[in-house]
C-alpha cells in the first residue's frame, strides 16, 4: 500500500473535522444521486472559503467505512466533480482531483475518490450562497462575516488568478514558438526556466511546472479547451435592436456572428476584423466626398486590448461579448472594475486585475500585416494607461458623441461606442 494510501487511512480512521468531509457515494446509473451535485458543489466551495481540505467520496461518514466507488463509476464520479468545480462555482475552483487504492474491511481493494481542495485568495459562491467549514459543518456566512472575509482577501491576495497554475495540463500544451515570441533579444534562459520567470507557468502541488492562466491564454493555439470562457462572442445585428419578437426571431436579425477564441492577441485581431467587416462607411457630398466610417479602428483596437487583459478569467461561464447595432457597439468585459477604479476614474488611473497578462500583451508584437487592424502600438500594450483615453477621444472626434463607460451590474463592464454617420458632418448620405 502506497504512503498516500496509509496517510489518507490514518487521516479517515479520526473522521471529519474542518479539513476532511467523508461521503458514501450512491450512483443512479452514471449520475450521482448522493451527495447531490449541490451539496458536493457546497461543500468544495466551503472549504476553500475556509482553511481549504479534503473531500473524499466512497466513505461512510458515520461509520467510517471504506465503501469505495464502483471502479467502472470512478470516471464518471471524477468528471461530475470537475464540472461542479467549472459549471457549479462561482468563481470556478481548480480542485486536484485524483483516486486512491485502499484495502476495504475485508482487505479487497476499494477506489476512493478524493478532492483536494487549496484554501483559495477568492470568496466562492456555491449552490446555497457563501458558505464556510467550520468543525465537521458547512455554515452559511451572516452578512458581516461575509463582508469581513472579503475585506480580509482583499487585503492578502498575493497571487493573482492569472498567475494560477491550471490542473491537467502539461508545458506540452504551451505552443514553442509563442512563447519564445515575449523573450528579449538577451534572453537564453531554457523554455521552463524563463516560463517560469514570466509567469507563464508555475508549480503546481504535486511539484509539476504547468501552464498559468496566463500562460494559456497567451501561449496556447486553444486555450479555450481548459478556460472555455475565454473567448469572444461576437454578434451583428440589422437594426437598432437584438430582435422584436421572442427568442426564435433573434436568428433573422442577426447579420453575423462568431465565437473567436486562440490566444488573446489573436482575439482582439480577429475581432477588430469582425467590427471592419460588418461596420458601414457612408459618404457625405456637401463639401466634396467626405467618407465616414461608423468606428475608429484604433478606438476599437484600445477598446479590445482592455477587454482581454483586464476582464475577470475566474468568472467561468461569462464570455466577452462584442454586439454590433445599426447606431452603437456595445463591449461586455465580465468583471466589476478593478481595486477601487470607479467609471469616473477610468480615464485618469490604471489599475491591472491580471498583472501576467498585461505584462505580456506589452511584450507580444502587433501584426503589421493584420487587416482590419489599426493602431500606432508597437505592442499590444504600452502599460502606460492610456487605452480608455484613446476610445473617449478618438470616438468624440469621428461620431460627434463621446463613449459611455457603465457598471450596470457589479458582474460586468460595458462600453458603448455610439456609430458616426454623414449627418454628423453635415451633409446628405
Same mark, same amino acid.
Given at each position: 500500500?502506497?504512503m498516500?494510501?496509509?496517510?489518507?487511512?490514518?487521516?479517515?480512521?479520526v473522521?471529519?473535522?474542518?479539513?476532511?468531509?467523508? /461521503?458514501?457515494?450512491?450512483?443512479?446509473?452514471?449520475?450521482?444521486? !448522493?451527495p447531490?451535485?449541490?451539496?458536493?458543489?457546497?461543500?468544495?466551495?466551503a472549504l476553500a472559503?475556509a482553511?481549504?481540505?479534503?473531500?473524499?467520496?466512497?466513505?461512510?461518514a458515520?461509520?467510517?467505512?471504506?465503501?469505495?466507488?464502483?471502479?467502472?463509476?470512478?470516471?464518471?464520479?471524477?468528471?461530475?466533480?470537475?464540472?461542479?468545480?467549472?459549471d457549479?462555482?462561482?468563481?470556478?475552483?481548480?480542485?486536484?482531483?485524483?483516486?486512491?487504492?485502499?484495502?476495504?474491511?475485508?482487505?479487497?481493494?476499494?477506489?476512493?475518490?478524493?478532492?483536494?481542495?487549496d484554501?483559495?485568495?477568492?470568496?466562492?459562491?456555491? =449552490?446555497?450562497?457563501?458558505l464556510?467549514?467550520?468543525?465537521?459543518?458547512?455554515?452559511?456566512?451572516?452578512?458581516?462575516?461575509?463582508?469581513?472575509?472579503?475585506?480580509q482577501?482583499?487585503?492578502? /491576495?498575493l497571487?493573482?488568478?492569472d498567475?494560477?497554475p491550471?490542473?491537467?495540463?502539461?508545458?506540452?500544451?504551451?505552443?514553442p514558438?509563442?512563447v519564445?515570441?515575449?523573450?528579449?533579444?538577451?534572453?537564453?534562459?531554457?523554455?521552463?526556466?524563463?516560463?517560469r520567470?514570466?509567469?507563464?507557468?508555475?508549480?503546481?502541488?504535486?511539484?509539476?511546472?504547468?501552464?498559468?492562466?496566463?500562460g494559456?491564454?497567451?501561449g496556447c493555439?486553444?486555450?479555450?479547451?481548459?478556460?472555455?470562457s475565454a473567448?469572444?462572442?461576437?454578434?451583428?445585428?440589422?437594426?437598432?435592436?437584438?430582435?422584436?419578437?421572442?427568442?426564435?426571431?433573434?436568428?433573422?436579425y442577426q447579420?453575423?456572428?462568431r465565437?473567436?477564441?486562440? =490566444?488573446?492577441?489573436?482575439?482582439?485581431?480577429?475581432?477588430?476584423r469582425?467590427?471592419?467587416?460588418?461596420?458601414?462607411?457612408?459618404?457625405?457630398?456637401?463639401?466634396?466626398?467626405?467618407?465616414?466610417?461608423?468606428?475608429?479602428l484604433?478606438?476599437?483596437f484600445?477598446?479590445?486590448?482592455?477587454?482581454?487583459?483586464h476582464?475577470?478569467?475566474?468568472?467561468?461561464g461569462?464570455?466577452?461579448?462584442?454586439?454590433?447595432?445599426s447606431?452603437?457597439?456595445?463591449?461586455?468585459?465580465?468583471?466589476?472594475?478593478a481595486? !477601487?477604479?470607479?467609471?469616473?476614474?477610468?480615464?485618469?488611473?490604471?489599475a491591472a486585475?491580471?498583472?501576467?497578462?498585461?505584462?505580456?500583451?506589452a511584450?507580444?508584437?502587433?501584426?503589421?500585416?493584420?487587416?482590419?487592424v489599426?493602431?500606432?502600438?508597437?505592442?499590444?500594450?504600452?502599460?502606460?494607461g492610456?487605452?480608455v483615453?484613446?476610445?473617449?477621444?478618438?470616438?468624440?472626434?469621428?461620431?460627434?458623441?463621446?463613449a459611455?463607460?457603465s457598471?450596470?451590474?457589479e458582474?460586468?463592464?460595458?462600453l458603448t461606442? =455610439?456609430?458616426?454617420?454623414?449627418?454628423?458632418?453635415?451633409?446628405?448620405?
Open positions: 500500500m502506497s498516500d494510501a496509509e496517510r489518507l487511512l490514518r487521516r479517515i480512521h473522521g471529519e473535522d474542518s479539513l476532511l468531509e467523508l /461521503r458514501r457515494v450512491v450512483l443512479a446509473g452514471d449520475e450521482l444521486s !448522493s447531490s451535485r449541490d451539496e458536493l458543489a457546497d461543500e468544495l466551495a472559503n482553511h481549504g481540505g479534503l473531500v473524499v467520496l466512497g466513505v461512510d458515520r461509520t467510517r467505512e471504506i465503501v469505495g466507488v464502483p471502479e467502472q463509476h470512478a470516471d464518471a464520479v471524477v468528471r461530475v466533480a470537475t464540472e461542479l468545480s467549472y457549479a462555482i462561482r468563481p470556478a475552483l481548480l480542485p486536484r482531483i485524483q483516486r486512491v487504492e485502499v484495502p476495504g474491511a475485508d482487505a479487497s481493494p476499494r477506489t476512493l475518490v478524493c478532492i483536494h481542495v484554501r483559495s485568495l477568492f470568496l466562492h459562491e456555491g =449552490p446555497s450562497g457563501y464556510y467549514r467550520s468543525g465537521e459543518r458547512t455554515r452559511r456566512m451572516s452578512s458581516d462575516f461575509l463582508a469581513r472575509m472579503l475585506l482577501r482583499s487585503q492578502a /491576495r497571487l493573482r488568478f498567475e494560477t491550471i490542473p491537467a495540463t502539461t508545458m506540452a500544451d504551451l505552443d514558438a509563442l519564445d515570441r515575449f523573450r528579449s533579444p538577451r534572453s537564453a534562459d531554457a523554455r521552463d526556466v524563463f516560463a520567470k514570466m509567469a507563464i507557468a508555475a508549480e503546481d502541488w504535486d511539484g509539476s511546472l504547468r501552464p498559468t492562466v496566463a494559456l491564454l497567451l493555439r486553444s486555450p479555450e479547451q481548459w478556460l472555455r473567448c469572444i462572442q461576437a454578434v451583428a445585428y440589422r437594426g437598432e435592436r437584438s430582435g422584436s419578437g421572442g427568442a426564435g426571431s433573434l436568428r433573422g447579420l453575423d456572428a465565437d473567436i477564441g486562440g =490566444p488573446l492577441d489573436q482575439q482582439v485581431v480577429e475581432a477588430c469582425f467590427v471592419h467587416r460588418n461596420m458601414r462607411i457612408e459618404a457625405s457630398k456637401s463639401l466634396g466626398r467626405i467618407e465616414v466610417p461608423q468606428y475608429d484604433e478606438a476599437v484600445e477598446a479590445l486590448v482592455n477587454s482581454v487583459a476582464r475577470d478569467y475566474s468568472m467561468h461569462s464570455r466577452i461579448r462584442l454586439h454590433m447595432f447606431d452603437r457597439l456595445e463591449l461586455y468585459s465580465p468583471g466589476a472594475l481595486s !477601487s477604479m470607479s467609471i469616473d476614474s477610468l480615464e485618469l488611473r490604471q486585475r491580471n498583472e501576467t497578462i498585461c505584462s505580456l500583451l511584450r507580444c508584437p502587433v501584426p503589421r500585416d493584420a487587416s482590419g489599426v493602431t500606432q502600438r508597437a505592442t499590444f500594450m504600452d502599460r502606460r492610456e487605452g483615453g484613446m476610445v473617449l477621444a478618438r470616438t468624440e472626434v469621428l461620431a460627434r458623441k463621446r459611455v463607460y457598471l450596470p451590474t458582474a460586468e463592464l460595458v461606442i =455610439p456609430a458616426a454617420t454623414a449627418l454628423d458632418y453635415g451633409g446628405e448620405t
